[in-house]
């Protein structure tokens, strides 16, 4: 579910850089649009599916910790809930 996760944020990202990054070509940018914008489809279904097996749980997964410092931690956490997944 982690992964899912990351994989559906990092989607329109990897969309945006292939888009910049390619030639000025209106088929191949569709072609990239339509293949990410399907691609993102599958995994938040497949995210949301799992979820809901699971339980519909509070999910929270923690990426990394961008800094510490003795008692104080700064993370890059995702949160899965009802109201964000809405």
Do not use: C
Request: net charge negative; charged share 15%.
């Amino acid at each position: 579910m982690n992964a899912l996760i990351l994989v559906s944020l990092f989607i329109p990202l990897l969309v945006f850089l292939l888009i910049f990054l390619s030639e000025h070509n209106e088929k191949r940018i569709a072609a990239i649009s339509f293949w990410g914008s399907h691609a993102l489809g599958v995994s938040v279904a497949a995210l949301l599916g799992l979820w809901a097996i699971k339980g519909f749980p509070h999910w929270e997964y923690e990426w990394f910790t961008l800094y510490a410092a003795d008692d104080y931690r700064f993370t890059i956490l995702f949160y899965l809930d009802t109201v964000g997944a809405v």
